[in-house]
C-alpha cells in the first residue's frame, strides 16, 4: 500500500481542493464518501493495534480497515503481515510466522514500541500487543463504526494460514460473538476467502482488492464480489460508472494526498482508504462533502 508524509496541516491552507484541481464533480453532486481508517490511522498510531483502532474511532472514521492472521492455537489476531515485523514489533524472535506461536507467546511482543520510520507523525505507545480479532471487534459496541477487515492468505505458502473456510470461519465467529456480523466486510486479494464467506453467509459483504485489471466486472465475477476495491492509480470516472452500473460499490486504497483524493471523489468513489483518516475527513469537509 501507499504511504507518504502527511501533515495535518496541510488540510488548511492552500489545500488541494476538487475546484483547485480542475476537477467538477457530477451534476448532481457527490455521494458522501465514506472513510476507511487503513490499519486503524497508522500515519498517526501504530498500525493494527487498539491505539491506533480507538484514535481512528475518536476521529469519525465509518469503517476500520483492518488485517488478519491465525495463531497457532487457531485464534485470530490483527497483523497485517504474516510474520513478526521487526521494524514495527519487539520480543524474543522476530521475522517468524505469528502461524508459529500460541496466544500467549505472541503476548510476549511490543508492537507499539517502535515508531514507522514511513510515518514521522506516528506517536509509538509502549507495551502495546498484537489484538485479537475479538478485542477489536468489541471496539464496535457503542457506536456505529463498521470494519473491513482482509484475510492474509497466501495460495503459495498454505503454511502460514489456516485454510479459506477455516480462516473465514473464525472471523465470522468472532464477528458473531461480539454483535458484528451485520457490521463487517470481508477483504481479500485471494478469492477463495471471499468465496467461502458467500457460502457461509451471503449476507455478509465482500470485497475484491486487486491493482492490476482493465475489466472490473470480471474481477466481481472471479471473486464472486459485492464490493471493488482497487489500488487508487486505476479508478477513472468510466470504471467506476461501471462499476455503479452493476451494482458494485468502489472502495480504493490506500490514498494519502488531496489531490488524489479529489479525483477519487470526482470519479464517484464509494469511500476511500487511508492511513490518516482524520486529515482525510478535514478534507472532506472542507469541502462541503461530509
Request: proline share 8%; hydrophobic share 40%.
Amino acid at each position: 500500500m501507499i504511504s507518504r508524509r502527511i501533515s495535518r496541516r496541510s488540510f488548511t491552507a492552500g489545500a488541494v481542493g476538487l475546484a483547485a484541481a480542475g476537477i467538477a464533480l457530477p451534476a448532481d453532486g457527490p455521494r458522501r464518501i465514506q472513510v476507511h481508517g487503513h490499519r486503524g490511522a497508522r500515519a498517526r498510531r501504530p498500525e493494527n493495534t487498539l491505539p491506533a483502532f480507538r484514535y481512528a474511532i475518536a476521529e469519525g472514521v465509518d469503517v476500520l480497515e483492518l488485517d488478519v492472521a491465525v495463531t497457532k492455537d487457531n485464534v485470530a489476531v490483527v497483523s497485517h503481515d504474516p510474520l513478526l515485523n521487526s521494524t514495527i514489533c519487539s520480543g524474543p524472535k522476530l521475522d517468524i510466522p505469528i502461524r508459529g506461536l500460541t496466544r500467549k507467546e505472541l503476548d510476549r511482543y511490543d508492537c507499539g514500541a517502535k515508531k514507522n520510520p514511513r510515518f514521522p507523525e506516528q506517536v509509538p505507545v509502549p507495551g502495546t500487543r498484537v489484538p485479537s480479532l475479538d478485542e477489536v471487534f468489541a471496539l464496535g459496541r457503542g457506536n456505529s463504526v463498521w470494519f473491513n477487515v482482509e484475510t492474509k492468505i497466501f495460495a503459495d505458502k498454505p503454511e502460514l494460514t489456516p485454510g479459506p473456510e477455516d480462516f473465514v470461519r473464525l472471523i465470522l465467529d468472532s464477528a458473531r460473538r461480539n454483535g458484528m456480523e451485520k457490521r463487517f466486510i470481508l477483504q481479500s486479494f485471494d478469492p477463495r476467502t471471499l468465496r467461502a464467506m458467500k457460502q457461509l453467509d451471503p449476507s455478509v459483504p465482500r470485497a475484491a482488492l486487486f491493482e492490476k485489471a482493465s475489466d472490473w466486472t470480471e474481477v466481481a465475477r472471479e471473486f464472486e464480489a459485492t464490493l471493488l476495491s482497487p489500488e487508487y492509480h486505476l479508478v477513472t470516472p468510466e470504471l467506476v460508472a461501471v462499476a455503479h452500473a452493476a451494482g458494485l460499490q468502489v472502495v480504493p486504497w490506500t490514498s494519502n494526498v488531496p489531490a488524489e483524493w479529489a479525483k477519487l471523489a470526482a470519479a464517484g468513489s464509494d469511500a476511500v482508504i487511508s492511513d490518516d483518516p482524520a486529515a482525510l475527513i478535514s478534507w472532506l469537509k472542507g469541502q462541503g462533502i461530509r
